[in-house]
């Protein structure tokens, strides 16, 4: 089984800390991805990964980073949070092969005060 | 830019009736997914669609693609309470990285 791993269920962060959010998938995947998911808006990309050291921006990059040192590691770094930040960040993973379907992690739900 | 909307967002039926969850998308693509979530959980994946004309069915729910129409059904037969959760379509686009667009998602309650 596929299994896609978030360092943290819940997080509380006050306004204007750096915020870290780490991901672990264990199948070797090739891209990695990191989506919000709020209310109504479904889930939006924020960036994704189709390698070590590669990133793309996804449809909401602003206000936030990501790094992917490892095949395995993708982390979503919020430079300096904000209110509007508070959200679910659901990781996922695909082989980027013929069929990439994605394998997601159980979110974090990051509140920000 | 592609777009993918679903049809409709908020669902409350019966059981054991029958309905369609419809999911729509702007620009060509070959491939479509269908994902569960529970509250406060994650996605879990349902469907896989790769072709025109697929179909697939697990349990009660069977799932179809026309990739001429951009149009995907997400069929629920004879429902019960415990396929109470948000269905999520996602389209994979025709280029470029493997990424997944989703819709806004549909939650569908059951009551008994």
């Known amino acids: 089984d596929v299994k896609v791993t978030q360092s943290s269920r819940y997080l509380v962060k006050r306004t204007g800390e750096k915020v870290f959010l780490e991901c672990v998938q264990d199948?070797?995947?090739?891209?990695m991805f990191w989506y919000r998911q709020d209310p109504g808006l479904g889930l939006r990309l924020i960036y994704f990964s189709y390698d070590v050291k590669m990133k793309e921006k996804g449809d909401i990059p602003e206000g936030y980073s990501v790094s992917r040192e490892k095949k395995e590691r993708f982390s979503l770094i919020l430079e300096s949070a904000s209110t509007n930040q508070t959200s679910m960040y659901l990781c996922?993973?695909?082989?980027?092969?013929?069929?990439?379907?994605?394998?997601f992690g159980q979110g974090t739900r990051l509140t920000v005060v | 830019e592609l777009k993918v909307e679903q049809n409709p967002l908020f669902l409350s039926m019966q059981e054991g009736k029958n309905y369609t969850i419809y999911c729509n998308y702007s620009t060509t693509s070959d491939r479509l997914y269908w994902y569960r979530q529970d509250p406060g959980k994650s996605l879990e994946s349902l469907f896989v669609?790769?072709?025109?004309?697929a179909v697939k069915q697990e349990g009660r729910l069977m799932a179809s693609l026309d990739t001429k129409a951009r149009l995907s059904t997400l069929h629920i037969t004879a429902a019960v309470h415990d396929l109470s959760a948000t269905y999520f379509c996602?389209?994979?686009?025709?280029?470029?990285?493997?990424?997944?667009?989703f819709g806004q998602g549909t939650r569908l309650t059951i009551n008994p």
């Open positions: 669609l790769l072709s025109n004309g």
């Open positions: 199948m070797d995947h090739e891209n």
């Open positions: 996602a389209v994979v686009p025709p280029q470029g990285a493997q990424k997944l667009v």
């Open positions: 996922a993973s695909s082989s980027g092969q013929e069929r990439p379907e994605a394998f």
